[in-house]
């Protein structure tokens, strides 16, 4: 590209659009995708769990997701209400 | 202990091929035993970039069906003493590979090669999970282009869940990431993702940048692997991806444009 079109602005940088477009698509599919053995360990853990209290199975989520050098694993329970 | 090496990407046309030749090439080159194999059942491809077209008699297919010893099917290259590839068959029928029939032919290979370089097709089918199901490595090989990086993404998050080292609990598949086709200029004009980019994209550590390069399609043209392209960056970047490969300690190169003139800058060119 020479000077001429960028003064001309014949040209846009689109990297830099093709790099934000990336960031946002792979963060979504990363979380949408997650491991193979999610839903049986949700399953598994939400058998267990209702042993001891009334849970209702939308109430309860797993999920995972990469941190720098760390996976986090997520478990996210709602307790029905004591009253 | 053979290392088994898987050479993918999920999206096609990225330079799978082109890059398991010119590896597989490479470690022979290096005194390595090496053996690379075609998993595109049905577009066979390796053989043509290897040029040994005119020498196959037994492919993978009739190994595993039985009908051929493997020592039949195996063709040894011409370029390199080391060498040998193991061409894929072009039956349409899609189930021919069977998980039993690839682990016996690997457990065998495993047996004689150092190396065993393994060329997956493209998507993610019974074929590329077949070819990338024993790697102990992965090379993921990019370009500097969305769909491409997508589709590595998508191909990184299967490594980790599908191969045999996920299955059983293994110290998991170490992931290289390869960008082919890059252009510096392009990069330089803010026109091409760069290799910073695309790294911190899909956080997985870069064993080299191959530059885009007319070379690629001389060397496939006459089916001489791109390593054996003279003194050309295409085959000097192949190397330096083999010498790190193996442990060595190489800086990048070629991944600064050449500097132009003044008048060239003004009027573009």
Same mark, same amino acid.
């Given at each position: ?83 | ?73 195996? !063709?040894? +290259? ?5 060498? $040998?590839? #193991? ?7 899609? +189930? ?12 065998? #290979? ?28 992965? !090379? ?12 590595? +993404?998508?191909?990184?998050?299967? #490594? ?77 970047? $192949? ?26 800058? #003004?009027?573009?060119?």
């Amino acid at each position: 590209m020479s000077i001429l079109d960028y003064i001309l602005g014949s040209r846009k940088k689109t990297a830099n659009v093709a790099k934000d477009r990336l960031k946002l698509i792979l963060a979504h599919e990363r979380e949408a995708g997650g491991p193979d053995f999610l839903p049986a360990l949700q399953e598994e853990l939400l058998t267990v769990i209702a042993k001891y209290i009334p849970v209702d199975k939308n109430n309860i989520k797993v999920s995972m997701e990469r941190k720098g050098d760390f996976e986090v694993l997520e478990l996210n329970i709602l307790f029905p209400d004591q009253h | 202990m053979a290392r088994v090496i898987v050479i993918t990407s999920g999206k096609g046309g990225v330079g799978k091929t082109t890059t398991s030749a010119a590896f597989a090439s490479g470690l022979a080159l290096r005194g390595h035993k090496t053996v690379v194999i075609d998993f595109d059942v049905g577009l066979r491809n390796l053989d043509l970039i290897m040029g040994c077209e005119r020498r196959v008699v037994y492919d993978l297919i009739n190994v595993i069906q039985g009908e051929a010893k493997l020592q039949q099917a195996l !063709i040894k +290259d011409k370029h390199c003493e080391n060498l $040998y590839v #193991l061409p894929t068959s072009q039956t349409r029928d899609k +189930d021919a590979l069977t998980v039993e029939g690839v682990t016996a032919v690997m457990d065998e #290979l495993r047996k004689n090669f150092d190396y065993i370089v393994c060329d997956s097709p493209a998507g993610i089918e019974s074929g590329a999970l077949m070819a990338l199901y024993h790697a102990d490595e992965a !090379i993921v090989v990019t370009n500097p282009e969305v769909s491409s990086v997508r589709d590595s +993404d998508r191909i990184l998050g299967i #490594l980790a869940a599908r191969s045999r080292r996920a299955e059983q609990g293994e110290e998991p598949v170490k992931e290289h990431l390869l960008l082919t086709r890059y252009s510096p200029k392009r990069v330089e004009d803010g026109e091409m993702l760069s290799l910073e980019d695309v790294k911190e994209l899909l956080r997985t550590p870069l064993l080299g940048v191959i530059p885009e390069s007319e070379v690629i399609l001389q060397a496939s043209n006459q089916g001489i692997p791109a390593v054996h392209m003279g003194n050309s960056d295409v085959a000097e970047a $192949y190397k330096d991806v083999v010498a790190r490969f193996l442990g060595e300690e190489k800086p990048l190169r070629f991944i600064q444009a050449p500097k132009v003139g003044f008048f060239k800058k #003004l009027f573009g060119g």
